[in-house]
């Protein structure tokens, strides 16, 4: 089975900062890689899709990349509005998401 | 736009089985879509359970597999699931979620949502 591991599991940013989070696939998974915002108490939210397609709506500072094993997503400049929980999720076999990383605001 | 809600109880018994509903508006359950549950226990990830086309054809969760039933209702255009023999550990929000065919817009992804349900297990 493949395996999904996401990191950091939390972090601490300020308004401004440029986040990057990475997700590691324990065995090639193409692009079939898919990211997530949740917020408390909601739904998750599709972001990207097929590693780097950014769903329609969704801010231009996200942005994702990588292929085979490694991906990574991007906040470019982080707002207030972005303290949530990110999930990235394999779409190469059976869905699997990653444990989420929950980012803060300083 | 397609929107899903999920409806069902709240209350399971230990041992007794799970049953949601997702209504499914905005569009056709006879499209090119998985229709999917994902839940989340209390303070912890996403879990996908399983997922039904159309067709009826279903994928499931392996180490769920045995307990989770999909099934899709054309004539109401909604969708559930059946997870038989729950213990505490099925306490969770549950989702339903359509997820784009591999040939789709958005190939493999949950791209539409439902606001989630809470299930408790308990007596």
């Known amino acids: 089975d493949i395996q999904m591991t996401q990191s950091p599991s939390s972090l601490s940013a300020s308004v401004g900062d440029r986040v990057t989070i990475t997700c590691r696939a324990s065995?090639?998974?193409?692009?079939?890689l898919n990211w997530y915002q949740q917020k408390p108490g909601k739904a998750p939210k599709l972001l990207i899709y097929s590693a780097s397609t950014l769903q329609g709506g969704v801010p231009s500072r996200f942005s994702g990349s990588g292929s085979g094993t490694d991906f990574t997503l991007t906040i470019s400049s982080l707002q207030p509005e972005d303290s949530a929980t990110y999930y990235c999720q394999q779409s190469y076999s059976t869905p699997l998401f990653g444990g989420g990383t929950k980012v803060e605001i300083k | 736009q397609v929107q899903l809600q999920e409806s069902g109880p709240g209350l399971v018994n230990p041992s007794g089985t799970l049953s949601l509903t997702c209504a499914v508006s905005?569009?056709?359950?006879?499209?090119?879509?998985?229709w999917s549950w994902v839940r989340q226990p209390p303070g912890k990830g996403l879990q996908w359970i399983g997922e039904s086309y159309h067709s009826g054809s279903t994928n499931y969760k392996p180490s769920l597999k045995s307990r989770a039933t999909i099934s899709v209702d054309r004539s109401k255009n909604q969708f559930s699931l059946r997870l038989s023999s729950v213990t505490a550990a099925d306490t969770a929000v549950y989702y339903c979620?359509?997820?784009?065919?591999?040939?789709?817009?958005?190939?493999?992804?949950?791209?539409?949502w439902g606001q989630g349900t809470m299930v408790t297990v308990s007596s």
């Open positions: 905005g569009g056709s359950i006879i499209s090119d879509n998985w």
């Open positions: 979620a359509k997820k784009s065919h591999d040939s789709g817009e958005t190939p493999g992804a949950f791209d539409i």
């Open positions: 065995q090639s998974i193409t692009y079939s």
